[in-house]
């Protein structure tokens, strides 16, 4: 079972009962927030789509305003103040349920030495102070059937700082015995604690004890998990409200933009979504912090160039000329900083594209979610929604003819809201498009006619659905800079439908030349930098690799007489003649699971300000789609849990598969040196069997 902290989804449905959105009553339940909300959409409400929302109300409040995310800069102090553990009794049934004094001892012990560098762990977000209490401050409670939930724990939080005279300078840390159930904390589903905040504003952690006995070193993981975790995320989060940084949810300059969620790597949660060598995966970390010094922008053939920190790790393959023939070592992280170019007859550098595998069989592209934006926006015109009237498919179902309209609609689609309607813009002469197109959209239930562009001899596609009108631009991205690939197609494991989408899409917008030396070369044109690095990925799957370039930078140009602001653009090309092998810019098809691309130069540039870097599901992450490694064992950073007298490291190591670094805390002296010299990685790269590939000279 996976293990978890529930601070999200508490301070998820702490904002759900905001008045503004009322969507959840002001008194919980005694089952908890997720008796109302499920935990599994609760707990990533800030994040998750839309489509994965069934609650047709929950739906219409999300789409308004949603949760705010984890903030990578400070927006409150850290605390500053005292740790005071609380004697609990819990009274249910007759039967008093408490953690014994002898383990609670133990904690409080392994506290006093666990601040230390906790609380230098969390200095790189700010000025913090953490001291703990020698005494405990007792407290009595009845619960009804041996369970309470938050607002409960919440309420008595407050009690016992009017009682004992607290204010927002005290945490007070809660451990729960077994034999009784915080709902919003079960550890029967894996939550091992969280933290919060009371109504009064005094702070507070709860950490579910698994068992007795409890020693320092905690060798059979009871409690030093937990409770490290949730002292740290309280002490750079006091409020709990999303203002501060998660810390343990935790480089590249802000603004480098990574596949995935399709965004600036400074957007990235943990629970984002990104790919990585071995496709789609999820982030569970994020670190940011202040940098001054060299940037290095690196452009390798083929590729968009990107800039990281020269302690960057990149894969990286050495290639070494022997005569017209390259002799390639075995793939090894390298820093950034001391790339070598590679130059025809010398030797240099190949960065490394992988082949991403297909994770996905989705047989359906949902549009149940659409369906109850369109019906709570009938209600809330007060026109009342009547499906009966208006049926709709509830789903596209995702063969081979329903993947080629994506491709088409990536290419030359829109939506025209007001006319309720997806449009498609073809030229007249396009007239066998325009009939498969009308066969495809018949066989789903839609019609489809079209109108004439005379003065551009075009002729314009149209689709009326209101359904539609609202999916396509949500799964294929808002106007023509935001067009990208859905995932379902992207990561989808059958070529069929990979090949039909790219057809669609090279029907819309592709183009074929040929060159002087007689090559037949395809391109394709897109100011959409989401689109032209996905369709490199996806081209990729199937053997092509596809050369990018920037075809042009933003600028002001003339557009039928108007002045206008020219977005930048990207051209793809590629060539499958064997004999262009040689030819620049134009590829052969690619190896097994890679692709090797020679460094063409690294510039460095000066730079300060916040950096950031990423841990992830298989430790690595793709920048312009180039294979970079993690956060996760490339930082100088000791995993401690456990600690002796003299605040030495006892050994331990954190548990498998647990991703919310319960108990990651950061050696003092090296907390601000991430990310670390690429020596000090332990992930070794991967074996050759797993990483073929075919080199681009």
Known sequence: ???????????????????????????????????????SILGRLERLPLEQMEDERLVQVISKKRPPSAQVKLASPLFSGTLRFVQATFTSRGTNLAVPDADLSIAMTYASLAIVPISAYCSQYGPNSLVLANTTVTFKASTAKGKFNDSTLSGWVDELAEANALRSDSCLVFLSPQGIVNTDADPTQGVLGYHSVSRSGVPYAFVNVMGDGLTIDDAKGYYALALSHEIAEMTVDPLANGSNPEVC???????????????????????????????????????????????????ALGMLPFTVTPNHPLLVVKGRSRGLSIAYDFPQWKEAGILVTKSRGHDGDYLVMPRIPGNRNDEEISLKPYILMHQASLKQRGRGAKPHSSPHIEALPLNEDVAWMFGLYVAEGSPNPAHRSIEFSLHSDETTIVERLGVVMEALGFHLYTQPVREEKGVVAIVCSVILAK?????????????????AILYHSDEKII?????????????????????????????SKI??????????????????????GERTGTIQGRLVKMSESFVGSWCSDSRATRRKRLHPEGGINGFYLPVKWAKKHPYSGEVYNLETDDHTYLVNNAITHNCAGNCN??????????RNWL???????????????????????????????????????????????
């Open 1 to 39: 079972m996976p293990l978890s902290c529930s601070s999200r989804l508490v301070k998820n449905a702490r904002f759900l009962q905001r008045p503004e959105v009322a969507f959840i009553p002001s008194v919980e339940p005694l089952d908890g927030f997720g008796s109302l909300v499920p935990t």
């Open 249 to 299: 949810d935790e480089c590249l300059p802000p603004d480098q933009f990574l596949l995935g969620d399709n965004k600036p790597i400074s957007e990235y949660v943990a629970g984002s979504m990104i790919t990585g060598q071995g496709g789609l995966q999820g982030v569970t970390r994020k670190i940011v912090h202040e940098y001054t010094g060299d940037l290095v922008e690196i452009k």
């Open 471 to 487: 999916a396509m631009p949500e799964l294929c991205g808002k106007g023509a800079k935001n067009k990208r690939i859905p995932d």
């Open 499 to 527: 090949r039909a989408f790219l057809h669609g899409y090279q029907q819309g917008d592709g183009s074929k030349k040929v060159t002087q030396g007689g090559f037949e070369v395809s391109s394709f044109t897109t100011i």
């Open 531 to 552: 689109l032209a690095l996905q369709l490199q990925l996806l081209y990729g799957r199937l053997g092509t690799f596809i050369s990018l370039q920037r075809a042009r």
């Open 637 to 646: 950073v000791d995993y401690r849990n456990y600690f002796d007298a003299g």
């Open 651 to 697: 050994g331990g190591s954190p548990t498998p598969g647990y991703y919310f670094f319960i108990d990651g805390i950061a050696t003092p002296a090296t907390v601000a040196q991430c990310p670390a010299p690429a020596s000090s990685c332990s992930y070794p790269p991967p074996k050759p069997s797993n990483l073929g590939g075919t080199a681009h000279q």
